[in-house]
């Protein structure tokens, strides 16, 4: 384990995931991360660690983010997604050019949502744009201080998808976010009207695709380097992934207490439920064992100063896509043996369902399309324009 990575975990121990199962019931209520948890946040280094050195960071690798988020999800899923992605976006917004990151980072980390769906537009305006749109999704904004947004812009005979940053004053939150799952991210609406923004706070969207934005150049190291949905799709996946292994952990504790009703047997000494155990926990192992590999396959990559090829950054979707595809269906699996009393909502295996249902929908976990980008490319087809890859 690097210096990096056991400062960035020491935040992750068994006392915070905890504390994070306890408060998960608040944050349900809430529709909010809890003031407790911002807080445990923003005394750590957690968001430090893809923040550049220049502003006091780590800068460590988007793969040294993946093991302490996972491990965050055994307390809450809703926790896991929303403190790795502030982080996460802490590197996205080091992709900008240095005037934009020395105001995203002038008091340290930012604490943003970036809204990714293109559901904006942007009109070149002297040394800006003009952006208005309306951006669903925008997890943790109920806690930001900045909110990234992608735009469609027409820059003469051509529209150029871009992300745009604007601080939160400049943002009109929608209060939306009533789901069945997820509840503690308050992912909210956001809407902009007719804003303006400088040039500087904008990057093209194609750039940050390919890991050839101003900051993979500013940066002298192989992190700011890596592709756009790569980090994002891998990261996404370790809420899920980490509350598979949860609900195994939940789910074997239940079998070895639990007694059927009716025929008064003992679950753990029915053969189908061990079984299912050691099913779940072979399928963990090799998910685990996926995303390592294609983690250190960029790692390698980045750190080499190559080119992240189309080929590796199909994988790493393709790989998301599989581990969140699977842990869903071995949580749906499990939870068919574990009772109608698992969906009380004192049971935090009913939570992790939900959780794990709703975060199934991310558009960058399509699991069609993923295997289509995977097949297409295999066969030596040239992928459509704008593939989210």
Request: hydrophobic share 45%; glycine share 8%.
């Amino acid at each position: 384990m690097t210096e990096t990575e056991t400062r960035a975990t020491a935040f992750v121990d068994g006392a915070l995931i905890d504390r994070l199962a306890d408060r998960a019931p608040e944050g349900e209520r809430l529709r909010r991360l809890p003031d407790d948890t911002v807080a445990e946040l923003k005394a750590s280094n957690f968001t430090r660690l893809l923040l550049p050195k220049r502003y006091g960071g780590e800068q460590g690798s988007i793969a040294e983010l993946l093991g302490p988020t996972r491990r965050i999800a055994h307390g809450c899923t809703s926790s896991a997604w929303t403190m790795s992605f502030y982080a996460l976006h802490v590197w996205m917004f080091s992709q900008f050019p240095e005037q934009a990151q020395d105001e995203f980072f002038a008091d340290g980390p930012s604490y943003s949502p970036v809204t990714l769906a293109p559901t904006g537009t942007g009109v070149v305006d002297g040394d800006g744009i003009r952006v208005s749109g309306r951006w669903s999704w925008a997890t943790g904004v109920m806690n930001a201080n900045w909110v990234g947004m992608n735009v469609v812009v027409n820059e003469g005979d051509s529209i150029v998808p871009k992300m745009v940053v604007l601080p939160i004053a400049e943002v009109r939150v929608e209060d939306v976010w009533q789901t069945a799952g997820m509840r503690a991210t308050g992912s909210n609406d956001v809407v902009v009207e007719d804003v303006w923004v400088p040039m500087h706070r904008t990057v093209d969207l194609l750039d940050l695709y390919r890991g050839s934005a101003p900051g993979a150049r500013l940066h002298d190291v192989g992190t700011y380097r890596w592709p756009l949905v790569a980090g994002l799709a891998l990261t996404a996946a370790m809420p899920v992934l980490g509350t598979a292994e949860r609900v195994v952990e939940l789910y074997t504790q239940r079998v070895s207490e639990r007694v059927l009703a009716y025929s008064g047997v003992a679950q753990k000494d029915q053969p189908t439920a061990k079984m299912r155990i050691g099913a779940a926990t072979t399928q963990l192992r090799a998910m685990r064992a996926l995303v390592d590999d294609v983690a250190t396959a960029i790692d390698n990559a980045v750190n080499a100063e190559l080119t992240v090829p189309l080929q590796l950054r199909v994988e790493a979707r393709m790989t998301a896509a599989s581990v969140v595809h699977e842990s869903r269906s071995l949580i749906t699996e499990l939870m068919e043996s574990a009772g109608a009393g698992a969906h009380f909502l004192d049971n935090p295996l009913q939570r992790c369902k939900r959780d794990v249902d709703i975060v199934s929908g991310h558009a960058v976990f399509d699991f069609d399309t993923s295997r289509l980008l995977a097949g297409t490319l295999a066969i030596g087809q040239k992928l459509p324009p704008m593939s989210m890859v």
